[in-house]
């Protein structure tokens, strides 16, 4: 089993920055391809970021292009969204998942390891 603990989440003036960091225990996660998710109320959850160690290889939405960026440091078995630039429609909570398997999915349904979640609220 992986436990995933998120970090960092807080309130935050719109153009201020946050760094996420999601740490997993329970067993090493390295060849896992790992994400973070946003949810906000009334919508699904939806894909933000994600790494794999394939190249590493990493993925963003459209939407954080150029303002986010993933990064994972596997001695510490953590990972980290690094997120500049913020609006307040980047409010949201943020989940960490995982999958062991190699390559990055934009889809909630095939991570079955979740963390409980960080809150980010950016204000206008």
């Known amino acids: 089993q992986v436990q995933l603990v998120e970090s960092g989440g807080a309130l935050v003036q719109a153009g201020g920055s946050l760094r996420l960091s999601c740490t997993a225990s329970?067993?090493?996660?390295?060849?896992?391809?790992m994400g973070w998710f946003r949810h906000t109320p009334g919508k699904e959850r939806e894909f933000v970021a994600g790494?794999?160690?394939?190249?590493?290889?990493?993925q963003y939405a459209d939407s954080v292009k150029g303002r986010f960026t993933i990064s994972r440091d596997n001695a510490k078995n953590t990972l980290y969204l690094q997120m500049n630039s913020l609006k307040p429609e980047d409010t949201a909570v943020y989940y960490c998942?995982?999958?062991?398997?190699?390559?990055?999915?934009?889809?909630?349904?095939?991570?079955?390891?979740w963390g409980q979640g960080t809150q980010v609220t950016v204000s206008s």
């Open positions: 998942a995982a999958r062991p398997v190699i390559g990055i999915s934009l889809s909630p349904k095939v991570y079955p390891y």
């Open positions: 790494f794999s160690w394939s190249g590493p290889t990493t």
């Open positions: 329970g067993r090493t996660v390295s060849g896992y391809a």
